[in-house]
C-alpha cells in the first residue's frame, strides 16, 4: 500500500518534469510574452477545478466510510439485544456468526465487495434453530431480534456497492495534468530548480489522486471500515454469559 503511495507520487512528479521539458522550452515559454490577465485566469480556474473535484471526492468517500461504519455499529446493536433475548442453546450460534464476521465476511466485502456464504449459512442456522423451538413469547422475541439483525445486515452489505458518479474520477485526473501543464505554459522555463519545483507539485498531486480512489470502498484501502463493532459484541456477549451486565 504504502508501494502505491510512492509509486503514483513518483508517476505525478515525472509526469510534471515530462510536461515542463515539452512545453517550457518554446519561444514564448521562455520570453513570457502570454498575457498575464489571461494566465492568472486560467491558473486560478485550472487549481479551482481539481481542488474543487478532488475535495468533492475526499468528501464524498469520507462521508461513506462513516456511514459504512455506522450501520456496522447498527448490526452490533441489534445482535446485542438478540444475544440478551436468546437461550443458552441459541447464544452459541450468535457467536459462531459474528466470529465468522470478523474473521470471515470483512476479508470477503473488501476483496470481492459481496457477502460471505458461509457466514449467510451461520446467521440462517440460527433462525432454522429458533424456528425449531415451541412457540412461545420468549422465541417470539428471539425472531423478532433476528429480524432486527437481518435488517441491519442488509444494509451493511448494501454499502459495499456505494460509490461516487463515476465520471469525476477522471475529471480529477484531466484537472491534475492541466494543472501541472499550465505551469510550463504559463513561461516557466527547464531548468533544474524549475523541474525540481514542479516535480514536487507533480508528486503531491499524484499522491492526492492515488489517495482519492483507494477512499473509494468503504471496506478496502488504508482507510476503511474494520470489525470493530463485532469484536465489540463478543466482548459484550462474554460478559452477559458471565451474567455481568
Known sequence: MILGFILCALIGGIIAVVLLASFGRTHRSREG???????????????????????????????????????????????????????????????????????????????????????????????????????TPAQTQELSDLDDVYTTRQIRLADTSDSLPGPLYPAMVATGLLVLLYAPIAGLTFQLREAVALGLVGAVVGFGIFMVFQMSHPYAGPVHVTPIAYTQSLTRFAQLSAGTS
Open 33 to 135: 510574452t502570454f498575457s498575464g490577465g489571461a494566465l492568472g485566469f486560467l491558473g486560478s480556474a485550472s487549481l479551482s477545478s481539481f481542488i474543487l473535484v478532488i475535495a468533492f471526492l475526499i468528501a464524498g468517500s469520507w462521508s461513506n466510510i462513516n456511514t459504512s461504519k455506522g450501520h456496522t455499529f447498527d448490526e452490533a446493536r441489534a445482535l446485542n439485544a438478540a444475544y440478551t433475548d436468546a437461550d443458552v442453546t441459541t447464544r452459541p450460534l450468535l457467536t459462531a456468526y459474528v466470529t465468522s464476521v470478523i474473521h470471515h465476511e470483512f476479508a470477503s466485502m473488501s476483496s470481492t465487495g459481496k457477502a460471505d456464504n458461509a457466514t449467510w449459512a451461520a446467521l440462517d442456522k440460527v433462525r432454522d434453530h429458533v424456528l425449531a423451538m415451541p412457540v
